[in-house]
């Protein structure tokens, strides 16, 4: 039998759209002992992580966990335990990820009204409003930090157009949470889910979930069961705050791991972390486009501090250029997706990995390799 190598995976400094750096403190509650999912002391750490959920999500909601799996096991659990066949919601769309909620509701059978903008662009609450008169839907789904554009939705006065028709408001903040504010009561957010690997600093694994008394209520007058099993946000909630009822074998890993990547958002406080991920985007901003780059969101107010979309210049080998940051830089940056494919670059400053030191290394190497003076 062949013995392969030693694992040795090559050090990158992770500017993408995610996963991001992880902080060596949760590196190193990665490497703390395994032990069972329903022992006392992982059931003592759960509790504690419910709380630094809350706290991070500035919500006063009961429901706070993190289901096993990656930001799409978020989305997939909210709109799957909200909603079920025959129910309609109304999908807010200008890039990827609300194209990917539209889709992924439709497998489930919920009948989906789309609302579409260009890539980069953001809703009124008018136009929100708007369509959702007409359709009567049972909830609303809308992106906050768009990664495949690198617009920041605005959230004030969603809630309540969502509420005045008597829907529910769900939003997908895997990319702003820890990174940009998140206010989850004060919008009236219903249902909220991220993920570990943007701005909170641990490995790809987990997805904060939240839900509001009304979204709980929804879920608990479902005609039938949802769909799925693993995702199931009533059976889950019975795990993580109700009997312990064994549900799954949650990674006490990753559990450690969530845990310590919030203890240090809150040690930073949220506010100092969100100012921290502001001041290195502008300047990453300054910094393009002093090397006479454009960013594809043109209004400061509306790009996403933790992820940045800048247009790719005209001659310029798009793939090529990612490829020797990586090389020859050890840098991970990301490829425009859809109908921005080829057109820009992504850089992310998620988390441990919105630094100074990153943007000006960053921006050295593009100097160097985009050849400006
Ligand atoms: C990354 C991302 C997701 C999906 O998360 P995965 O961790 O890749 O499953 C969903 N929505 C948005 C806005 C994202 O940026």
């Given at each position: 039998m062949k013995v392969f190598d030693e694992l040795n995976p090559p050090a990158r400094l992770?500017?993408?759209?995610?996963p991001s750096p992880v902080h060596p403190r949760v590196m190193r509650a990665l490497a703390a002992p395994v032990i069972g999912h329903l022992d006392p002391e992982l059931i003592r750490l759960l509790d504690e992580t419910r709380g630094l959920l809350r706290d991070v999500f500035r919500t006063s909601n009961d429901l706070a966990l993190a289901v096993s799996g990656t930001g799409m096991a978020g989305m997939e659990s909210v709109l799957g335990s909200l909603l079920e066949p025959g129910d309609r919601l109304v999908v807010c769309a200008a890039g990827f990820f609300g194209q990917r909620m539209g889709e992924l509701a439709g497998r489930m059978g919920v009948a989906v009204t789309k609302v579409e903008k260009e890539w980069g662009e953001v809703f009124t609450p008018e136009e929100v409003d708007t369509a959702v008169a007409g359709a009567k839907p049972k909830a609303i789904a809308i992106v906050h930090a768009e990664t495949s554009t690198g617009a920041l939705q605005p959230m004030d006065g969603l809630g309540d157009v969502a509420h005045r028709h008597d829907a529910l408001l769900i939003v997908d903040c895997v990319t702003s949470?820890?990174?940009?504010?998140?206010?989850v009561d004060q919008w009236g957010v219903d249902a909220a889910y991220s993920g570990?690997?943007?701005?909170?600093?641990c490995p790809p694994g987990m997805a904060p979930v939240t839900l509001s008394p009304r979204a709980r209520q929804a879920m608990a007058a479902r005609?039938?069961?949802?769909?799925?099993?693993?995702?199931?946000l009533d059976l889950l909630e019975r795990y993580w705050g109700g009997?312990?009822?064994?549900?799954h074998t949650i990674s006490s890993t990753l559990v450690y791991a969530l845990r310590e990547g919030l203890r240090l958002v809150v040690e930073e406080g949220l506010e100092a972390r969100w100012e921290r991920h502001r001041t290195n985007a502008e300047m990453l901003w300054d910094g393009l486009e002093a090397l006479g780059l454009v960013l594809h969101v043109p209004d400061p107010e509306r790009r996403i501090p933790s992820l940045t979309t800048v247009h790719v210049p005209d001659g310029v080998d798009e793939a090529e250029v990612r490829g020797r940051l990586r090389d020859e830089y050890g840098i991970e940056i990301g490829a425009g997706l859809g109908p921005l494919k080829g057109k820009v670059w992504r850089i992310g400053l998620m988390g441990h990995g919105s630094q100074k030191a990153n943007v000006i290394l960053l921006l050295a190497a593009l100097v160097d390799l985009l050849k400006r003076p």
């Open positions: 992770l500017l993408g759209p995610g949470l820890g990174g940009a504010p998140v206010l570990s690997q943007k701005c909170l600093g005609s039938r069961p949802a769909h799925g099993w693993y995702l199931d009997d312990r009822a064994y549900h």
